[in-house]
């Protein structure tokens, strides 16, 4: 059973720091990764989509990697600002079996940017 | 329209009541999720509809719960005779055929709190 780990939990940083968050699968046979935010009482936001033969996916400040073989991907936030806060989910869509529409999701990591 | 459109936002309902939660996915998707997000704990998959195709049910937590969608567009979560235990928000995604290519786009959710 595939289980997705989120490291740290939470995380407090000042503002215009540059600062890293980590996902870890347990099952490398994934089709891709996805980076969410979800903001306090909303949805998801999707971010970053890494399929499994790429190795990274940028969005502006955002920089997803995935280590699919070590089953980790990194999302990479440049020059934080107040408006980062949030809290951050990673996904992993399975490969095989007739169910490989369902994500797996990590319990995400709560970023507090201070100004 | 432009986004997934999920309601109510909010519902407080007394326990041992119905509820219905509403989810009007993106035109065009085929495939529609139902996810839950209780407190502290990560998305847990529910229901699964991929165009005329039957659902996959097999996240529903009891036969308290059940979900349909009408003309392979809009999908009603309903709850029976509620427990708080159910109290959490209700997440709905969609995203278009080609499920390799594409990831989830989620609506804002529900809110249900069983008091």
Same mark, same amino acid.
């Given at each position: 059973?595939?289980?997705?780990?989120?490291?740290?939990?939470?995380?407090?940083?000042?503002?215009?720091? /540059?600062?890293? !968050?980590?996902? +870890?699968?347990?099952? %490398?046979?994934? #089709?891709?990764?996805?980076?969410?935010?979800? =903001?306090?009482?909303?949805?998801?936001?999707?971010?970053?989509?890494?399929?499994?033969?790429?190795?990274?996916?940028?969005?502006?400040?955002? /920089?997803?990697? !995935?280590?699919? +073989?070590?089953?980790? %991907?990194?999302? #990479?936030?440049?020059?934080?600002?107040?408006? =980062?806060?949030?809290?951050?989910?990673?996904?992993?869509?399975?490969?095989?079996?007739?169910?490989?529409y369902?994500?797996?999701?990590?319990?995400?990591?709560? !970023?507090?940017?201070?100004? | 329209?432009?986004?997934?459109?999920?309601?109510?936002?909010?519902?407080?309902?007394?326990?041992?009541?119905?509820?219905?939660?509403?989810?009007?996915?993106?035109?065009?998707h085929t495939a529609l999720y139902?996810?839950?997000?209780?407190?502290?704990?990560?998305?847990?998959?529910?229901?699964y509809f991929q165009g005329n195709s039957a659902p996959d049910?097999?996240?529903?937590?009891?036969?308290?719960?059940?979900?349909?969608r009408?003309?392979g567009?809009?999908?009603?979560?309903?709850?029976?005779?509620?427990?708080?235990?159910?109290?959490?928000?209700?997440?709905?995604?969609s995203s278009?055929l080609?499920i390799?290519?594409?990831?989830?786009?989620?609506?804002?959710?529900?809110?249900?709190?069983?008091?």
């Amino acid at each position: 059973k595939q289980e997705v780990t989120q490291i740290p939990a939470a995380l407090s940083v000042p503002e215009g720091e /540059n600062l890293v !968050l980590n996902c +870890s699968f347990t099952d %490398s046979a994934i #089709y891709n990764l996805q980076w969410f935010r979800q =903001d306090p009482g909303k949805g998801l936001t999707s971010l970053l989509l890494i399929q499994s033969s790429q190795r990274e996916q940028t969005s502006g400040r955002l /920089n997803a990697s !995935l280590d699919k +073989s070590s089953g980790r %991907s990194t999302l #990479y936030i440049a020059a934080s600002q107040p408006g =980062d806060s949030a809290t951050y989910l990673c996904a992993v869509r399975p490969v095989s079996g007739g169910s490989n529409y369902k994500l797996t999701f990590g319990k995400g990591t709560l !970023l507090t940017v201070n100004p | 329209g432009a986004g997934v459109s999920q309601s109510p936002s909010n519902k407080v309902t007394e326990k041992g009541k119905d509820v219905e939660l509403r989810c009007d996915p993106i035109s065009g998707h085929t495939a529609l999720y139902w996810y839950r997000q209780s407190l502290g704990q990560g998305l847990e998959f529910l229901i699964y509809f991929q165009g005329n195709s039957a659902p996959d049910k097999s996240g529903l937590p009891s036969d308290r719960f059940s979900a349909e969608r009408t003309g392979g567009s809009v999908s009603t979560l309903t709850i029976q005779r509620t427990q708080q235990e159910d109290s959490a928000v209700y997440l709905c995604a969609s995203s278009p055929l080609d499920i390799s290519n594409y990831g989830y786009t989620f609506g804002s959710g529900t809110r249900l709190t069983v008091v």
